[in-house]
Structures are given as C-alpha cells and as structure tokens.
Nanobody, 121 residues
C-alpha cells in the first residue's frame, strides 16, 4: 500500500528525490515518516510530516539538507535529499501511521518496500 521510488546512485554533493505513493488508505489522515537502514545498522528515523503537511521534523543528521513534503491530492509523500554524503547510503523506507507522527519505527503501521540510495565517488 506504500510504494517508494526514486533511489539511485549519486556522487557526494548530489541530490535525489524519493517518492512514496499510497493506496488503500485514507492518506490525508496519515502522518508519514521516512526511515533508512544501512548494512549492519538498525533502522533509523530520517524525517516525518504531519497529515496536513503543516509540521515537519528531521533527524539532526539530515536537517538543512533533506526536505519532506506531501501532496494529499496525489496520495504521495516526497523526500528531497540535497548535499548527499556517503553516510547517507542506505535503503530508504516510507511509513505511515494515523494522525500524529513519531520518530519510532515501531509506531508505524504501514511500510513501503524500500529504495536504495548509494552515495559514492
């Protein structure tokens, strides 16, 4: 019910935009989060956005470089990633939960399949 796309390989300093399309749920009532998981590491919070889009929250590691946004009319949430660093390399997941976002992966009910982002020179 969540389909993430837009991953790829970029050089350090480059940009990517991830998309996550939702179906089968009342998207406009769901807060959405982005998480990532690097090999050998736990899944970590990246960014989240309220169901209205009016409130966003970021991990310190991406603040000022990443921007989360949504278009409820398109049932889609985005993650614009700029100034990418090698340490941003991971599989990125979108996730949804009703109403209020959190930074904890276990709070989210719906998950996308993940999209690989690789930052390397």
């Amino acid at each position: 019910q969540l389909q993430a796309s837009g991953g790829g390989s970029v050089q350090p300093g480059g940009s990517l935009r991830l998309s996550c399309a939702a179906s089968g749920l009342t998207f406009s009532s769901y807060a959405m989060g982005w998480f990532r998981q690097a090999p050998g590491k736990e899944r970590e919070f990246v960014a989240a956005i309220s169901w209205t889009g009016g409130t966003t929250y970021y991990a310190d590691s991406v603040k000022g470089r990443f921007t989360v946004s949504r278009v409820n009319a398109k049932n889609t949430v985005y993650l614009q990633m700029n100034s990418l660093k090698p340490e941003d390399t991971a599989v990125y997941y979108c996730a949804g939960r009703p109403e209020i976002f959190t930074t904890k992966a276990y709070d989210y009910n719906y998950w996308g399949q993940g999209t690989q982002v690789t930052v390397s020179s």
